[in-house]
């Protein structure tokens, strides 16, 4: 099993920044990629970022490209999402989540999520 506790959530004005990390424990080394997703208020939870364990290769969902940054600190277990230029749409809960075997952007290829941290971006 891999535990994954998110934090960094908070209210940030439009045009700020946010960083949002995520911490994994237990059996780490199973990790073939980690990702983020997000759920706004009432409507469905979406794709935001991926990263390959591995090798740091990341991808971005179209919404967020040039805006979020993902990376991983693989000595600590920890990824980061970098958000900068927030805007009131990427208002919502945002989800840690790892897979074991796949590098995606679909829900169902992770095995493992966390509980989920709220960021709020006012206008």
């Known amino acids: 099993q891999v535990q994954l506790v998110e934090s960094g959530g908070g209210l940030v004005q439009a045009g700020g920044s946010l960083r949002l990390s995520c911490a994994a424990s237990?059996?780490?080394?199973?990790?073939?990629?980690m990702d983020w997703f997000r759920q706004a208020p009432g409507k469905e939870r979406e794709f935001v970022a991926a990263?390959?364990?591995?090798?740091?290769?990341?991808y971005y969902a179209d919404s967020v490209k040039g805006r979020f940054a993902i990376y991983r600190d693989r000595p600590n277990n920890t990824v980061y999402l970098q958000m900068n230029s927030l805007k009131p749409d990427d208002t919502a809960v945002y989800y840690c989540?790892?897979?074991?075997?796949?590098?995606?952007?679909?829900?169902?290829?992770?095995?493992?999520w966390g509980k989920g941290t709220l960021v709020t971006v006012s206008s």
């Open positions: 989540a790892a897979s074991r075997l796949v590098y995606t952007d679909h829900a169902n290829g992770m095995d493992y």
């Open positions: 237990g059996r780490t080394f199973s990790i073939y990629a």
């Open positions: 990263v390959n364990w591995s090798n740091g290769y990341a």
